[in-house]
């Protein structure tokens, strides 16, 4: 950590376009670590392409469904609480709005993470082990404020929001 509690988190992507729909992207991570990863992504025929790598959209839906995990499992650490299994089943939902003559617009209408843990823990602590790691996700951080996302605890007697 620097002197003023805070790390820097900087991602560089570079892509290209190389077929009817797909594209290539290289992807480095910077701060606080350096790493690369290159990733394919194509449509279906439905939007044009040829379904030679997942949709942009899995990736995304991917990406924030274990960036959640991620911080689920790290902060589970740091709180001292074991977890013998986590699962997250999630929703992520989308208007396509199409205004005649126009291409169509994407609209978001929201996000219902489904979180189970397997743990000892009484059930408090992990409501706030959840709230900890969606403050703490960063994909969460760039779309909260704009699309409503649910958080909900499966408990031996239902669901409880958090």
Same mark, same amino acid.
């Given at each position: 950590?620097?002197? #003023?509690?805070?790390?820097?988190?900087?991602?560089?992507?570079?892509?290209?376009?190389?077929?009817?729909?797909? #594209? @290539?992207?290289?992807?480095?991570?910077?701060?606080?670590? #350096?790493?690369?990863? @290159?990733?394919?992504?194509? @449509?279906?025929?439905?939007?044009?392409?040829?379904?030679?790598?997942?949709?942009?959209?899995? /990736?995304?839906?991917?990406?924030?469904?274990?960036?959640?995990?991620?911080?689920?499992?790290?902060?589970?650490?740091?709180?001292?609480?074991?977890?013998?299994?986590?699962?997250?089943?999630?929703?992520?939902?989308?208007?396509?709005?199409?205004?005649?003559?126009?291409? /169509?617009?994407?609209?978001?209408?929201?996000?219902?993470?489904?979180?189970?843990?397997?743990?000892?823990?009484?059930?408090?602590?992990?409501?706030?082990?959840?709230?900890?790691?969606?403050?703490?996700?960063?994909? @969460?951080?760039?779309?909260?404020?704009?699309?409503?996302?649910?958080?909900?605890?499966?408990?031996?007697?239902?669901?409880?929001?958090?």
């Amino acid at each position: 950590m620097s002197q #003023n509690n805070s790390f820097d988190v900087i991602i560089r992507c570079n892509g290209v376009a190389t077929g009817k729909m797909r #594209n @290539e992207t290289k992807i480095d991570i910077v701060e606080p670590f #350096n790493e690369s990863h @290159e990733l394919a992504s194509d @449509e279906g025929p439905f939007h044009g392409g040829d379904s030679t790598a997942p949709p942009p959209l899995t /990736y995304f839906v991917g990406g924030f469904v274990t960036c959640l995990m991620t911080q689920i499992r790290a902060f589970a650490k740091r709180f001292r609480i074991k977890l013998d299994d986590l699962t997250v089943d999630a929703e992520f939902s989308w208007k396509g709005l199409i205004e005649p003559g126009k291409p /169509y617009k994407a609209a978001p209408v929201g996000i219902t993470m489904d979180i189970a843990i397997d743990s000892e823990t009484p059930i408090e602590q992990l409501v706030d082990l959840i709230i900890a790691a969606k403050e703490g996700c960063f994909v @969460e951080a760039i779309i909260s404020d704009r699309i409503p996302v649910v958080h909900r605890l499966k408990t031996p007697t239902g669901w409880i929001d958090c």
